[in-house]
């Protein structure tokens, strides 16, 4: 309310100060609960930014990476650049290189299976970069997820930064949904290897009880996104813009106005305070791991991927090995459940499986509803299985 009643308009620095100012500092407090290496921390070449979405995040780091490349290889080259994702990668990469002009054929979605529970295998990423150097294409580009959209798998950012860097290519981390987990310190290991990316990516308006809009961008050499994003008009010059003494964020982002979105933060920060949120986190992870746990006591489901956070992915088993019966009859069970209204459950499709996902995020969510939800699940199983004999 705050925010939006303040009505902020903050174009460059001089508009408003204190959304810059604010901004700087509260990205530098939570990059330290996430323990981001200090390379992104505003006090050096890096810092962070607060984007509208994980969608602007990954264009504007996108452009960046692309700009640079092409000062490197020269502006022809612009057909040659080849981006990298498993695909478990959000759509976002693919619309980010829709806009960017990057050609549709050279975005490399590389297939994740079940054999890595979905993650990017560093193999498969070395082999395919290999074959389109040999053809001459230019790679410059890899995204890697903690916390994949349909199953929150997370590709290993270790040896993915270390191929990206030897390729001289930009590494960026989308962990929109998971990177919140990662202010606890048992979690933090799923973002190890974090040390090797340009950029990080969290939606704080996800799972960190800040309200939409709010994702938190940090990278490690703000000049390439400077670079890439600033024009300088006569209306908008003012002394300290000019002698460089001052962050601009018209120019890491696509929009000129900006909203106070930092104040949002600020408050969640300030109010809450980190043990709070940590609990609050756990107490999810705990929940789903409940819910976990139900799954495994009735043998007609299975989990159908390791739960790591607070999504779990699983199934009511086909009858008689019919996959495609499988497939209508969980396809049915989600309608039946959703129509209740009183749980909501989404899906997604690994392997060709239709999959039930469920989700704990909400603020006010306790045992007892979780155990109300299994209980419409299992009713509603009972019933289509019985008619489906
Ligand atoms: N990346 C991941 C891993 C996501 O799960 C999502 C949204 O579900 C996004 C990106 C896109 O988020 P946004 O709506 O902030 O663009």
């Keep these: 309310m705050l925010s ?14 204190a959304a810059t100012e604010l901004e700087m500092i509260v990205l530098d407090w939570l990059a330290k609960m996430l323990k981001l290496p200090e390379d992104f ?20 780091v996108l452009l960046a990476a692309r700009d640079k490349v092409l000062r490197r290889v020269g502006k022809d080259a612009l057909e040659k650049l080849v981006v990298y994702a498993s695909d478990q990668m959000h759509s976002s990469l693919q619309k980010a290189c829709q806009i960017a002009g990057i050609h549709p054929e050279n975005c490399r979605l590389l297939k994740a299976t079940s054999s890595t529970n979905y993650a990017l295998s560093p193999e498969f ?20 997820t903690v916390g994949t959209t349909s199953s929150t798998a997370v590709d290993p950012l270790l040896s993915l930064g270390k191929i990206a860097k030897s390729n001289g290519m930009w590494f960026h981390v989308d962990a929109a949904y998971a990177g919140s987990a990662c202010v606890c310190p048992e979690f933090r ?13 969290m939606n704080a308006h996800k799972w960190f009880l800040t309200n939409f809009d ?24 003012n002394k300290a813009s000019q002698a ?28 809450y305070g980190l043990e709070n949120l940590q609990c609050y986190i756990r107490n999810h992870i ?19 991927t390791p739960r790591i956070f607070s999504l779990v992915c699983f199934r009511l088993l086909p009858v008689r090995n019919d996959e ?32 039930l996902r469920f989700a704990v995020g909400a603020p006010l969510t306790e045992e007892k509803h979780v155990n109300a939800a299994w209980k419409v699940l299992q009713d509603k199983a009972t019933s289509l299985l019985a008619e489906s004999l």
């Design 4 to 17: 939006a009643g303040l009505n902020i308009v903050g174009f460059s620095w001089i508009t408003s100060p």
């Design 244 to 271: 460089n003494m001052v962050v601009d964020y018209k120019d890491w982002q696509v929009p000129l106005g900006r909203r106070f979105r930092s104040l949002k933060l600020w408050m969640v920060l300030r109010l």
């Design 189 to 201: 290991h799923y973002m190890d290897g974090v040390e090797e990316a340009d950029s990080f990516n």
């Design 214 to 237: 709010c994702s938190a961008l940090w990278v490690k050499d703000r000049s390439a996104l400077v670079q890439a994003l600033s024009t300088n008009p006569e209306y908008l010059k």
């Design 125 to 144: 990423l070395s082999e395919t970069i290999s074959q389109d150097l040999t053809i001459g294409l230019i790679p410059f580009f890899l995204c890697a």
């Design 286 to 304: 705990k929940l789903a791991k409940h819910f976990e746990n139900l799954i495994a006591q009735d043998p007609r489901f299975e989990v159908v």
């Design 324 to 355: 495609s019966h499988g497939n209508k009859l969980n396809h049915q069970l989600l309608d039946a459940v959703n129509s209740t209204g009183s749980a909501f459950i989404s899906h997604t499709v690994l392997s060709g499986k239709y999959i």
């Design 41 to 60: 921390l505003s006090a050096g070449q890096g810092g962070g930014v607060i984007q509208g979405t994980a969608s602007e995040a990954v264009l504007v």
